[in-house]
């Protein structure tokens, strides 16, 4: 049984950064690409980031430029930093495998940008 446990959420105003953490019992981390997901209040859940093992990234739209997201195989953990964050991108973040196990979920971190 693998264990991701996502920290790092917060309230943040815009324009500010935050940086979330996803620590992995297991080591899925060191061998599987890995992803951050996110849902907004009344939204699908969205695939945000994802990085591969070798280091291989990709972003939705909505966060190119502004998100990065990195890996520390070592330390079975994964990253994203969110900078310049808007009130659009408030909601619940999670971290997973990409494509994610079904009900493989776990609570997330709740990101709310507001002034």
């Known amino acids: 049984q693998v264990q991701l446990v996502e920290s790092g959420g917060g309230l943040v105003q815009p324009g500010g950064s935050l940086r979330l953490s996803c620590a992995n019992s297991?080591?899925?981390?060191?061998?599987?690409?890995m992803g951050w997901y996110r849902q907004a209040p009344g939204k699908q859940r969205e695939l945000v980031a994802r990085?591969?093992?070798?280091?291989?990234?990709n972003y939705a739209d909505s966060v190119k430029g502004r998100f990065t997201i990195s890996r520390d195989n070592a330390k079975n953990t994964v990253y994203l930093q969110m900078n310049s964050l808007k009130s659009e991108d408030t909601a619940v973040y999670f971290c997973?495998?990409?494509?994610?196990?079904?009900?493989?979920w776990g609570q997330g971190t709740q990101v709310t940008v507001s002034s």
């Open positions: 990085i591969t093992r070798g280091g291989s990234t």
């Open positions: 997973n495998r990409n494509p994610p196990p079904r009900g493989s």
């Open positions: 297991g080591s899925i981390a060191t061998i599987y690409t």
